[in-house]
């Protein structure tokens, strides 16, 4: 069976799911919680079973201080979110809404600094860089070429921009927002992504040194057919634990483990379909190179 055959349709797939992705991301970014905006987070319940919107919540919270959004949990709690308030203030907005909505219980109070915000996004952005070009050193040194160092990273960015990409769509039409447990899942993603493309480079490198006459395609098409039923195993037990967890378990972690699943996924597909195509591609492209040259 030729897999590698039908890498163009391969590479569509994945352009299908970037372009949203990168349109997201360009036009709208991110929606950024506390963890890097700065701020205070004040969530609540209201006990009594009333109908309200979240514009009359906002309406109560901004006469005390400057709210910028206000997100419904669930159909009795709300999350708040605006500059950066005392605990004076806190119990004022909690008398307002309490006398506004019935009694009203308070279930998370934080607030983050603006030097504290950006420190971690910095912090966040290095400790993506220095994976990526540690990954890339390790691998490059490992397989002797600088092509399975590029393909891999090139790889893991693809999986990197579709959850950043599924998470600024989420952002946009449900205020999902990304905190320090998204920085948490995005690299781990990282390491989905890596561990199953050094699985199949492994094995590419064993077949190249028992195979020295055996083409490149060949070689590749062979360990994709040969590790691919060991990546679909290992990846679908994690792939259900997660879809589990994202359906039963608590507010707090919902996002957190659809991060992780889609990571999963998308990490599975890429060191296949991805990340040994573009071996193929990065050959070819050379190929036509030397040509020129000549």
């Given at each position: 069976?030729?897999?590698?055959?039908?890498?163009?349709?391969?590479f569509?797939?994945?352009?299908l799911?970037?372009?949203p992705s990168?349109?997201?991301?360009?036009?709208?970014?991110l929606?950024p919680?506390?963890?890097?905006?700065?701020g205070?987070?004040?969530?609540?319940?209201?006990?009594?079973?009333?109908e309200f919107?979240?514009?009359?919540?906002e309406?109560?919270?901004?006469?005390?201080?400057?709210?910028?959004?206000v997100?419904?949990?669930?159909?009795?709690?709300?999350s708040?979110?605006?500059d950066i308030?005392s605990?004076?203030?806190?119990?004022?907005?909690l008398?307002?809404?309490?006398?506004?909505?019935?009694?009203v219980?308070?279930?998370?109070?934080?607030?983050?600094?603006?030097?504290v915000?950006?420190?971690?996004?910095?912090?966040?952005?290095?400790a993506?860089?220095l994976?990526?070009?540690?990954?890339t050193?390790?691998?490059?040194?490992?397989?002797h070429?600088?092509?399975?160092?590029?393909?891999?990273?090139?790889?893991?960015?693809?999986?990197s921009?579709?959850l950043?990409?599924?998470?600024?769509i989420l952002?946009?039409?449900?205020?999902?927002?990304?905190?320090?447990?998204?920085?948490?899942?995005?690299?781990?993603?990282?390491s989905?992504?890596?561990?199953?493309?050094?699985?199949?480079?492994?094995?590419?490198?064993?077949?190249l040194?028992?195979?020295?006459n055996?083409?490149?395609?060949t070689?590749?098409?062979?360990?994709?057919?040969?590790?691919?039923?060991?990546?679909?195993?290992n990846?679908?037990t994690?792939?259900?634990?997660?879809?589990?967890?994202?359906?039963?378990?608590?507010?707090?972690?919902?996002?957190?483990?659809?991060?992780?699943l889609?990571?999963?996924?998308?990490?599975?597909?890429s060191?296949?379909?991805?990340a040994?195509?573009?071996?193929?591609?990065?050959?070819?492209?050379r190929?036509?190179?030397?040509?020129r040259?000549?």
């Amino acid at each position: 069976m030729k897999i590698m055959k039908y890498r163009p349709v391969f590479f569509a797939i994945s352009l299908l799911v970037l372009i949203p992705s990168l349109y997201f991301l360009i036009r709208h970014g991110l929606q950024p919680a506390i963890d890097f905006a700065g701020g205070s987070l004040l969530e609540v319940r209201v006990v009594e079973e009333i109908e309200f919107s979240h514009a009359e919540v906002e309406a109560v919270v901004s006469a005390v201080y400057d709210v910028d959004m206000v997100q419904p949990i669930s159909h009795d709690q709300y999350s708040i979110q605006g500059d950066i308030i005392s605990n004076d203030q806190k119990e004022q907005v909690l008398a307002l809404l309490a006398e506004r909505f019935g009694e009203v219980e308070e279930l998370r109070f934080e607030s983050v600094g603006a030097t504290v915000s950006r420190e971690l996004l910095t912090k966040t952005i290095t400790a993506v860089i220095l994976v990526a070009g540690i990954i890339t050193l390790y691998v490059w040194r490992q397989f002797h070429e600088l092509k399975f160092g590029i393909c891999a990273i090139l790889a893991m960015f693809h999986d990197s921009l579709v959850l950043l990409g599924a998470f600024s769509i989420l952002g946009y039409f449900y205020g999902v927002q990304v905190d320090i447990l998204f920085v948490t899942a995005l690299l781990t993603t990282l390491s989905f992504s890596i561990h199953d493309t050094i699985v199949v480079y492994d094995r590419i490198r064993e077949l190249l040194a028992k195979n020295k006459n055996v083409r490149f395609e060949t070689i590749v098409n062979t360990a994709v057919i040969e590790t691919l039923g060991r990546s679909i195993n290992n990846s679908v037990t994690i792939i259900v634990m997660l879809a589990a967890l994202f359906m039963l378990g608590g507010e707090t972690i919902r996002w957190f483990s659809l991060a992780l699943l889609i990571g999963a996924v998308t990490g599975t597909y890429s060191s296949t379909f991805i990340a040994a195509p573009l071996l193929l591609l990065w050959d070819d492209v050379r190929s036509k190179i030397r040509k020129r040259r000549r």
